[in-house]
Structure formats: structure tokens, C-alpha cells
């Protein structure tokens, strides 16, 4: 069978008819056939929902980690996690999630990862859930006369920064590329006018959520 993912899109539900059964006090209901006095019976409710189900977890703390969202025991995904949001819909036979990292963080390929597992195979594709990871440093500051352009740290592709160094005693100046990579090495060494990191974040984005003490642990999904 294919493991095709399931489509995260707006599409027509479908309505079924669950069974709701409640515990209701003994009422007095007439009974053909029955003679003598009636007993209470227990009252079935029917409501309906619709399908698919969709669930929104925001990002949460480090406490919550170890808590599962269970559809009998089948396709449980976290209900919380220290640096993403997740945002799932339930189908009859598959469930599909969207994680994305908070601002700062980053998964191995991106800040957004879909995931999906269909019902009858328990099991998640991509596998497993993880905490997304913060990004180094990537920021430039000018120490001298000069200009820079660099490109959001939260892409696939390696941040680089184009720098135009100003003419200063026996530097002639000009214009260069460089790129950061996932260590926070610079390639080609900067310039003069520029020194690695930013003072002040300007291009080291932080979540406005408390983050797990442990980045990257991975969320291990059981059925317990």
C-alpha cells in the first residue's frame, strides 16, 4: 500500500454519526409488552462531527514533552512541544501534521516540516517528531564607513551577507559575498569594515515561548 501523504487541504467533510451513550437518572418510560412497573432505561444520544478534525497545538514548555495526543493509540503525535507548533488533521484512516519552528529555531531542512501516517501502519513519515534547534549567529556588524545586505538566517540555503567596505587609510574599500555556515564560519573571511555576530539580534530572531533546556531531543511517539 502506498504511504502517500494525505492531502492538508480545504476539501468537502464528510459527516458521521457518532454514539454518544450517558448515564442518565431512571425515567419512568412506558414499554409495550410490559406489565407491572416500568424501569428507568439508559438514554442514547447521537451527535455528529465532522471529518476531518483539525487540531491546533501551540508551542509550549519543556514540562509537557512527554504528553500525547492518543486516537486509540493509533498515529499520536505530541501535544506539545518546547520550540514548534503543530497543526493537525485527523482523517478516518491517516492523520497529517504541519510543524513549525518558532522564530530563531530551525528543523535539519527548514523551519516547516510536514509529517503524515496513515492509521493502518502506525507510523509516522518523516519518522519521528523532534525539537527544532537554534540557529548560530549569523549577523554582521560594521566596525567602519560601509553597507550590508544579508539574507534571513531561517532558509535552507546558507545565510550570506554582501558587504561594500568604505575607503579607510590603506584599504581601498569595495564591494564583496560572503556565507555563514551552520557552525557560524564565515567563507570568505570578513572584511575590514565587518565582525562577525550582532549586537543587538538583529538577525538572530528568539521565540516569545520558554524552550526546552536540551535542543534537538527527539519526541519518541508510543502508545502507551
Not at 514533552?65 to 506539545?80: E, G, I, K, M, N
Not at 478516518?92 to 501516517?117: D, F, H
Not at 553597507?147 to 538566517?153: A, D, F, I, L, R
Request: charged fraction near 25%; proline fraction near 8%.
Amino acid at each position: 500500500m502506498s504511504s502517500r501523504s494525505p492531502e492538508f487541504s480545504d476539501r468537502t467533510t464528510t459527516e458521521y454519526c457518532i454514539t454518544e451513550y450517558r448515564t442518565t437518572e431512571p425515567k419512568n418510560i412506558p414499554q409495550k409488552n410490559h406489565s407491572g412497573n416500568t424501569e428507568g432505561v439508559k438514554l442514547l444520544r447521537k451527535r455528529s462531527v465532522k471529518i476531518p478534525i483539525d487540531v491546533k497545538i501551540p508551542i509550549g514548555n519543556s514540562s509537557q514533552h512527554h504528553r500525547y495526543v492518543r486516537q486509540a493509540d493509533l498515529c499520536a503525535f505530541p501535544t506539545s512541544l518546547a520550540t514548534a507548533e503543530l497543526q493537525c488533521r485527523i482523517y478516518p484512516s491517516s492523520v497529517a501534521c504541519i510543524q513549525r519552528c518558532a522564530l530563531g529555531y530551525t528543523l535539519k531542512n527548514g523551519t516547516e516540516m510536514k509529517r503524515w501516517c496513515m492509521k493502518n501502519r502506525n507510523r509516522w513519515y518523516p519518522h519521528g517528531f523532534q525539537e527544532c534547534r537554534p540557529y548560530v549567529d549569523c549577523g554582521v556588524t560594521l566596525i567602519s564607513g560601509g553597507k550590508e545586505e544579508c539574507s534571513t538566517p531561517t532558509v535552507k540555503e546558507p545565510v550570506s551577507c554582501r558587504i561594500t567596505c568604505d575607503h579607510f587609510e590603506n584599504e581601498a574599500g569595495g564591494q564583496s559575498t560572503h556565507e555563514c555556515d551552520i557552525n557560524g564560519k564565515w567563507t570568505p573571511k570578513l572584511p575590514y569594515c565587518a565582525r562577525p555576530g550582532s549586537d543587538h539580534g538583529k538577525y538572530l530572531n528568539t521565540p516569545t515561548k520558554p524552550v526546552a533546556k536540551k535542543h534537538g531531543r527527539p519526541v519518541q511517539i508510543t502508545g502507551s
